[in-house]
C-alpha cells in the first residue's frame, strides 16, 4: 500500500489553474508535516510549499509565492496544492511528501532528505 498518492495533474495554458490533491493513508497525516516538491527534467528535486501538521505554518519557495496555496484537510488526510498563474517553469513532476513529526514548522532550511514517505509523483506541464 502506498502511503501517499498524488493527483490532479495534466496539461494546462500559461496563466491557467490546477489543483493537486494528496491522499495519505497508513500514516499519522494530522501529526505529520506534509510538503510538495517538484522536479523538472535534468534538475535537482526542489521544495515548493510545505505545511505544519496543524496548518498554522507554511513555507513557499520564491518561485512560487503567490500563485500556489498549500492547505490540508485532517479529516480527510489530504493535503492540497492550488496553483494559479502557471507559468511554463512550473512544468515538473509534482511530489508529496510527508514528515511525521507533529508541530514541525517547516523551515526554510529543510530539504527532501527530512520526509519519510513519497507518492509517485503527479506531472503537471505548462504550455505557454
Known amino acids: 500500500q502506498v502511503p501517499v498518492v498524488e493527483s490532479g495533474g495534466g496539461l494546462v495554458q500559461a496563466g491557467g489553474s490546477l489543483r493537486l490533491s494528496c491522499t495519505a493513508s497508513?500514516?499519522?497525516?494530522?501529526?505529520?508535516?506534509m510538503a510538495w516538491f517538484r522536479q523538472a527534467p535534468g534538475k535537482e528535486r526542489a521544495t515548493v510549499s510545505c505545511?505544519?501538521?496543524?496548518?498554522?505554518?507554511?513555507y513557499y519557495a520564491d518561485s512560487v509565492n503567490g500563485r500556489f496555496t498549500i492547505s490540508r484537510d485532517n479529516a480527510k488526510n489530504t493535503l492540497y496544492l492550488q496553483m494559479d498563474t502557471l507559468k511554463p517553469e512550473d512544468t515538473a513532476m509534482y511530489y508529496c511528501?510527508?514528515?511525521?513529526?507533529?508541530?514541525?514548522?517547516?523551515?526554510?532550511?529543510?530539504?527532501?532528505?527530512?520526509?519519510?514517505?513519497w507518492g509517485q509523483g503527479t506531472q503537471v506541464t505548462v504550455s505557454s
Open positions: 511528501a510527508a514528515r511525521p513529526v507533529e508541530l514541525w514548522p517547516c523551515p526554510q532550511t529543510m530539504n527532501s532528505a527530512a520526509f519519510s514517505y
Open positions: 497508513g500514516l499519522p497525516f494530522a501529526a505529520s508535516a
Open positions: 505545511i505544519s501538521s496543524s496548518g498554522s505554518t507554511t
